[in-house]
């Protein structure tokens, strides 16, 4: 049965899978102190349901079994004619992220389903309160990289992760979580643009332009402009500086000019955005952000 589940799974494009039992995060008390330190920012959803995070069952009733599934996104950068890009992940050619695994992950559940005929499952890709870079640790999908990111050898880092809780008493033996081969290597952290990386394994979030140009609703500073480059939308240094990753810095034309982004209405912006990731960021945010990076490039505004 384990076989077809993962037959499945990688005909459905998923890079990586693995099997854990629900349990105490590996990592969960890092996640408490960093949340008493405020390194989550103005990210307050992340303080609720800290008590489900701590016991995946609480996301399913009686939860015997917990598949870890990676799907990979492109290594080129999505961008405009104009030269302004936005982070690999949110590419705005497609569909939400969250959509497009949820429909394959059905594919991998009704395996499941067929073999246990009386099972739940829940599937969660991202959005439910599951500290799912420990839970893919603790299925052996990769490692834990020291600028948070969960990184598969041989892929690396750009990858969505997403989980299936399941009634069923998957069989399948335990794994020894993946130890970090980081080793010595600390160029995520030295090319963090703002130092949010502010050591290993520890995020600011406060700092990090993904962070800023998301979910901040305040303003862009010139100093945040300047160091946000081309990129209006997210920010993959930390990334595109990890020897787990291929060096690719091309640009896949994906968007219209930001001259055009910028003359948007919501109307607009809802046909061309509206079901993609960059929705998540909604109009007002995208111009700041766009208005910033132009300015810092002395590019004139419509």
């Known amino acids: ?13 998923f890079i990586a899978v693995g099997f854990s039992r629900p349990q105490r995060p590996l990592f969960f008390d890092s996640f408490t102190a960093w949340l008493a330190k ?6 307050s959803w992340l303080e609720r349901h800290v008590e489900v995070r701590e016991n995946p069952s609480k996301l399913l009733k009686n939860c015997q079994s917990i598949v870890s599934l990676a799907f990979p996104y492109s290594s080129e950068r999505p961008g405009t004619p104009d030269g302004f890009y936005v982070s690999r992940y949110a590419d705005p050619a497609q569909e ?7 429909e394959r992950c059905r594919g991998v ?12 499952v829940r599937i969660c890709v991202d959005s439910a309160p599951l500290l799912e870079r420990s839970v893919a640790l603790a299925a052996g999908l990769g490692f834990i990289g020291k600028n948070n990111m969960m990184i598969i050898p041989g892929h690396g880092s750009y990858v969505y992760l997403a989980e299936i809780l399941t009634t069923a008493p998957l069989p399948f033996e335990t794994v020894e979580p993946m130890e970090n081969q980081c080793g010595s290597c600390t160029r995520c952290i030295d090319a963090c643009p703002t130092g949010a990386l502010q050591k290993p394994f520890y995020m600011d979030a406060g700092r ?3 962070y800023r140009t998301i979910e901040y609703g305040g303003q862009i500073g010139p100093d945040s402009a300047t160091v946000m480059g081309l990129c209006f939308f997210g920010c993959d240094r930390c990334q595109e500086a990890c020897p ?19 003359q948007m209405d919501e109307d607009s912006f ?5 079901n993609t990731a960059l929705a998540r960021g909604g109009l007002d945010r995208i111009k700041r952000n766009l208005r910033a990076v132009r300015d810092d490039a002395n590019v004139s505004q419509p």
């Open 244 to 262: 787990f990753n291929k060096e690719n810095a091309s640009t896949r034309i994906s968007m219209p000019t930001t001259d055009e982004i910028l």
């Open 1 to 13: 049965m384990l076989s077809r589940l993962i037959d499945e799974a990688k005909d459905l494009g």
């Open 208 to 210: 990090c332009l993904s």
């Open 96 to 102: 939400d992220y969250h959509q497009r695994l949820k």
């Open 38 to 43: 405020k390194g989550h920012a103005g990210m």
């Open 270 to 274: 809802g046909e061309a955005f509206g």
């Open 109 to 120: 559940a009704n395996v499941i389903r067929k073999a246990n005929q009386d099972c739940q």
